[in-house]
Nanobody
Framework: QVQLVESGGGLVQPGGSLRLSCVGS????????IGWFRQAPGKQREGVSC????????WYADSVKGRFTMSRDKGKNTAYLQMNNLKPEDTAVYYC??????????????????WGQGTQVTVSS
């Protein structure tokens, strides 16, 4: 059974950093595309970053480009999202998920699942 568990969130001041982890089970993290998404209160879930399964090509939303970096560790079956220079508008619950079908749009959560509990990121002074 495919399962993804997010962790690493917390409260950080503007300009600070956090590293989120996404531990996968039931599938090889390095063999599948994985996406990071976030949902702020009152807003729709949005794509933040995605890494392809084939060659590790990464995609980032314009709002996080240059600040966030996605990676994965085959040995730990874990994907990471390194978030630097955090801003208050980055405050959200962050989720990771994999494509549910053969094709996907990296910024569209409708193509991804299953959804876990997520991890809360709060950027505030």
């Amino acid at each position: 059974q495919v399962q993804l568990v997010e962790s690493g969130g917390g409260l950080v001041q503007p300009g600070g950093s956090l590293r989120l982890s996404c531990v996968g089970s039931g599938f090889p993290v390095d063999g599948r595309a994985i996406g990071w998404f976030r949902q702020a209160p009152g807003k729709q879930r949005e794509g933040v970053s995605c890494i392809t399964g084939r060659d590790g090509t990464t995609w980032y939303a314009d709002s996080v480009k240059g600040r966030f970096t996605m990676s994965r560790d085959k040995g730990k079956n874990t994907a990471y999202l390194q978030m630097n220079n955090l801003k208050p508008e980055d405050t959200a619950v962050y989720y990771c998920a994999i494509p549910t079908g053969g094709t996907y749009v990296p910024e569209d959560p409708l193509f991804f699942g299953p959804w876990g509990q997520g991890t809360q990121v709060t950027v505030s002074s």
